[in-house]
């Protein structure tokens, strides 16, 4: 049978990658989102054909659904689960310190 080992500080450093995440999320994939909805970029930038008036409409309505439904909502997303993991660490640290004291205080009594 194997035996888990969940420690404070491995959970720590993962809230952490985490926060990383939630904090490059925003700039990584917002910056993949406007550069594949800029209707200049797909030759509809002009503006001249109906086409390109269609095009670039959608695009803009693209960009934004992107980064309001995906792009926020993931590095909102990733923050939250990373405030989770540290409160989970910091309630584990106080919860092993409490037993710590507990433990010692017996052992002084026996």
């Known amino acids: 049978m194997s035996e888990m080992v969940w420690n ?5 450093g993962a809230a952490d990658a985490f926060d990383k995440a939630a904090s490059g999320a925003s700039g990584a994939l917002g910056s993949t989102v406007s550069g594949t909805t800029d209707p200049a970029a797909c030759g509809a930038g002009s503006g001249y054909a109906t086409v390109d008036g269609a ?3 959608m695009l803009t309505v693209f960009n934004q659904i992107m980064m309001d439904n995906v792009v926020t909502t993931l590095r909102d997303g990733l923050a939250s689960e990373s405030g989770a993991m540290e409160a989970t660490a910091k309630s584990l640290r106080e919860t092993e310190q409490a037993n710590t004291e507990r433990a010692r205080a017996i052992g002084d009594q026996l």
């Open 8 to 12: 404070p500080k491995a959970w720590q």
């Open 55 to 57: 095009v670039s409409v």
